[in-house]
């Protein structure tokens, strides 16, 4: 049996074919590759627009700056994701407002969503207990203007986004949709990254198809659209020459490698999503009687799942570091899936967050293990990560 790995890109010779043709041109950036794989996300999506950068956090950045988010400004987000969903507008001296999440799913809770809106429109004491206990002393001024939500498609599932998309209207809100980890994935047979004004992908290579490094940011807003792919371009409007820059830009462009190697693997789109999903049911059935492992649930809403990694809960009873420790000593990598976003030390540092603040955020943080999971791992390799878990449960229940 092949040595079981926390993940692997799912490459064929046609991938690597794909990007040695484009080392064969002298286009190299910013040639026919990006276009295409543009295009590709544009008939997924149906999207009018899709705009590709260097990676995912460069998107949501752009996205960020295209929704007018500017310091002092108030913005609905989840402390249970990616650190990059807040850091985005860290960059922007905006104030994340953090709303605890679903237990099940660990997306955003829609109805506190709603609830905390309500509250910060309100205004007064209302308000108050939603924000952060301070802000950084230098260059940070709260102007308690709430401005968009920011919600994330966590491992594949989509956020609940009839009520998102509710309260954002009803207050005049972006919504920047957070779909990383969700390619493909369907709320109510919608499309996710088709359910807010803006939304990004991303292909890091434990992604659903990589491009190495990459995102997608795909809207149907026109000022929009051109303003971020002026911004990607170190501020270049239609029009600037190549050393005339209409607005403060950034080089967030994706070069033509990696867009050549991410349209490869939009070929064989659905056939990824299929082998995922084989994985993940052979998973769901190795694991059932294990009681102190939860499986992943999938909500009714989820018309279709993408999966990106496969994180499973431990029982509180369990300690999930040492227990994490027992699975290493087996050969079985496992990663700890999320940190809450709001007890890393740089936001206890800006903002005073601390323990308690988000309790099922924390308690998702102290229980998820992320394990071995890809579109090539075989049932064989399953079934030795399964028979491992087992074997550490028994070993964690003897120890307690």
């Excluded at 995912?56 to 929704?67: E, N, Q």
């Excluded at 920011?150 to 009803?170: H, K, M, S």
């Amino acid at each position: 049996m092949k040595k079981v790995t926390m993940s692997s890109p799912d490459l064929t010779d046609a991938d690597r074919q794909a990007v040695q043709e484009v080392l064969n041109t002298p286009n190299l950036s910013m040639g026919p590759k990006i276009r295409a794989f543009e295009d590709a996300f544009r008939s997924l999506t149906g999207c009018k627009y899709a705009i590709g950068v260097n990676s995912g956090t460069a998107g949501l950045h752009l996205c960020v700056r295209a929704a007018h988010i500017e310091a002092g400004d108030l913005v609905l987000t989840t402390p249970f994701s990616f650190v990059s969903s807040t850091n985005v507008l860290l960059f922007e001296k905006a104030i994340p407002v953090f709303v605890d999440v679903d237990i099940a799913t660990g997306n955003i809770d829609s109805q506190k969503l709603e609830q905390v809106a309500d509250d910060l429109f309100r205004g007064g004491k209302a308000a108050q207990k939603w924000l952060p206990r301070h802000l950084p002393k230098h260059g940070w001024e709260a102007k308690g203007k709430l401005k968009a939500l920011l919600p994330v498609d966590v491992f594949g599932q989509p956020a609940d986004y009839d009520l998102i998309l509710v309260t954002a209207q009803r207050y005049g809100l972006k919504v920047i949709e957070d779909s990383c980890e969700a390619l493909a994935a369907e709320y109510k047979g919608r499309q996710a990254g088709t359910l807010g004004d803006m939304a990004v992908f991303a292909f890091y290579p434990n992604k659903q198809i990589t491009a190495g490094e990459g995102g997608m940011i795909v809207t149907d807003d026109d000022q929009a659209a051109e303003l971020m792919q002026a911004l990607r371009n170190q501020g270049r409007a239609p029009g600037d020459t190549w050393l005339e820059h209409t607005y403060l830009g950034y080089n967030y462009r994706m070069d033509e490698m990696s867009a050549a190697l991410g349209l490869s693997q939009m070929a064989r789109l659905e056939n990824l999503l299929k082998a995922r999903q084989q994985v993940a049911d052979w998973y769901a059935a190795h694991l059932a009687g294990i009681d102190e492992i939860e499986v992943p649930t999938l909500v009714e809403s989820t018309t279709r799942v993408s999966w990106f990694v496969y994180v499973i809960r431990v029982s509180e009873e369990i300690n999930r570091d040492v227990f994490a420790k027992l699975l290493e000593s087996k050969g079985v990598p496992v990663r700890p899936y999320f940190s809450p976003i709001h007890l890393q030390p740089y936001m206890r540092e800006m903002f005073g967050y601390q323990e308690g603040d988000y309790p099922v955020t924390e308690d998702l943080g102290k229980r998820s293990l992320a394990i071995p999971f890809s579109s090539s791992m075989s049932e064989e390799q399953v079934v030795f990560v399964c028979q491992a878990l087992a074997e550490a449960i028994a070993s964690s229940a003897a120890a307690i």
